[in-house]
């Protein structure tokens, strides 16, 4: 499982630079919509490949039918005991539910899954493992898997919170891990998100 590998296993962080090729790359696939979300909630929502396979309408929207400005992931979604949590929609994020919602036709009830196969059924972790994979295979990124979103994710969100005196604490319940140490294992770190974790 992500929380027992090995550091020298870890999957890679992405670059600014490399998120903005695979958003470019991913616009030419043959479901741009629905790929490009996939990877927004791996890299601005952070999360994991079951939860994005799980992740429902009733979790991003508003009860007008609108994009809530944050996912209310439930423990369905997530890994048994850590539970809920809750995590701000990235304004990239945003506008990537709302195209996909769009996509869809609008409408959907709460209990509908977001990601669906082209026959309309639910997705599987395994499928959604596979397409992180096979993306940054074919961008040539080594080292990368479905958990350098999540990974990049925990970084950038380390950084902004300690810029505003926050620590690693949040970034543990943002991320839904069970202790800290999960989280440092998850962390690259650089002087900032260093000091963030003191």
């Known amino acids: 499982s992500e929380d027992t590998m090995g550091l020298q296993k870890q999957a890679k962080t992405l670059s600014k630079i490399q998120i903005k090729l695979v958003g470019d790359y991913l616009t030419t696939t043959r479901n741009p919509y629905r790929n490009t979300l996939?990877?927004?909630?791996?890299?601005?929502?952070?999360?994991?490949?079951?939860?994005?396979?799980?992740?429902?309408?009733?979790?991003?929207?508003?009860?007008?039918?609108?994009?809530?400005?944050?996912?209310?992931?439930?423990?369905?979604?997530?890994?048994?005991?850590?539970?809920?949590?809750?995590?701000?929609?990235?304004?990239?994020?945003?506008?990537?539910?709302?195209?996909?919602?769009?996509?869809?036709?609008?409408n959907p009830a709460p209990d509908d899954h977001i990601i669906t196969t082209e026959r309309g059924n639910q997705t599987s972790a395994q499928v959604v493992t596979n397409f992180f994979h096979e993306t940054y295979k074919k961008l040539g990124y080594e080292g990368c898997s479905g958990h350098s979103g999540r990974r990049t994710f925990a970084d950038n969100v380390l950084r902004k919170i300690g810029e505003v005196g926050g620590t690693i604490v949040e970034v543990k319940e943002l991320m839904g891990h069970s202790s800290v140490a999960t989280t440092q294992r998850y962390i690259t770190y650089n002087e900032k998100s260093a000091a963030a974790v003191m």
């Open 38 to 106: 996939m990877f927004h909630l791996s890299v601005y929502a952070g999360l994991r490949a079951v939860e994005i396979a799980k992740l429902t309408w009733g979790m991003v929207l508003k009860s007008d039918g609108t994009i809530d400005d944050c996912i209310r992931l439930t423990n369905i979604a997530s890994k048994g005991k850590t539970g809920g949590r809750i995590i701000p929609v990235h304004k990239k994020l945003y506008v990537s539910l709302s195209q996909w919602l769009e996509q869809s036709g609008d």
